[in-house]
């Protein structure tokens, strides 16, 4: 029990670290203005979802669960 003494301080610091860091990360988000946040989400809403792409139909695996070998061409 007592070599494992020397990892108490690690652990210590660890943890005020990590609770000084979620600390000061909480300052930096800035709350945004409600009267914005309502005319970003009219904007969006207006947009609307416009795809990007058309994808080709992709034809379903004829999984037999077999495994078959291709057949060759005769020549």
């Known amino acids: 029990m007592e ?5 108490v301080p ?4 660890t943890v005020v670290a990590m609770v000084w860091v ?5 300052e930096g ?3 945004v ?10 904007a969006a809403i207006e947009r609307g979802r416009q795809p ?7 034809r379903p695996d004829r999984s037999t ?4 070998r291709p057949s060759r061409r005769a020549s």
């Open 65 to 68: 669960g077999v495994a078959v």
């Open 52 to 58: 990007t792409y058309a994808a080709p139909a992709r």
């Open 33 to 42: 203005d409600r009267e914005v946040a309502v005319q970003r989400m009219g």
């Open 10 to 13: 690690p652990a210590v610091v």
């Open 22 to 26: 979620s600390w000061l990360g909480r």
């Open 29 to 31: 988000r800035g709350e």
């Open 3 to 7: 070599i494992l003494l020397w990892l």
